[in-house]
């Protein structure tokens, strides 16, 4: 293993770490954070949440540190609410991404919800390579196309 590829392990196994110990103590800093948070500020674990409430939809996204089983890599809890909307047909493997801030596009491996109606919750994966490398200043969840809203982007800082 090459060092930038190491260092890349190694930086995503520090943020998964760390998002297991914000969960357990919430006064812990992660190194996702929030865009309006200070450096060095304590963070709760509902500051890595994120919300985005458009198109009659309201999406509720959360890093989860454990993967989803047989995944690897960063896991999202998911949770999609509406009360005008069918949401069993969207197939967020098909119309979800993640992002960094270097231009670097990665494909899901994993969309784990089952059939819910207008309350759908499940686990959305991302593995198989470094996800976040030494380069990487933020992560960006991005879903396209749900009821009518062409793109809603979901953020996270990556701590240097």
């Given at each position: 293993m090459n060092g930038r590829a190491f260092l890349a392990m190694a930086m995503l196994v520090s943020i998964l770490a760390a998002l297991l110990s914000a969960c357990s103590k919430p006064a812990q800093s992660s190194p996702l954070t929030s865009p309006v948070t200070s450096p060095g500020q304590p963070q709760?674990?509902?500051?890595?949440?994120?919300?985005?409430?458009?198109?009659?939809?309201t999406f509720v996204v959360t890093p989860d540190p454990a993967p989803a089983p047989g995944a690897q890599g960063i896991t999202f809890d998911v949770v999609m609410d509406t009360h005008s909307v069918g949401l069993d047909g969207y197939d967020l493997k098909l119309l979800a991404t993640l992002r960094d801030g270097q231009g670097r596009v990665f494909q899901p491996t994993l969309w784990d919800a089952p059939p819910g109606g207008h309350h759908r919750e499940g686990k959305l994966a991302f593995s198989g390579q470094p996800l976040v490398q030494a380069d990487s200043r933020y992560v960006e969840l991005v879903v396209r196309d749900v009821a009518g809203t062409k793109e809603r982007v979901f953020r996270w800082d990556v701590k240097p």
């Open positions: 709760a674990v509902s500051d890595l949440k994120r919300t985005e409430s458009s198109g009659s939809v």
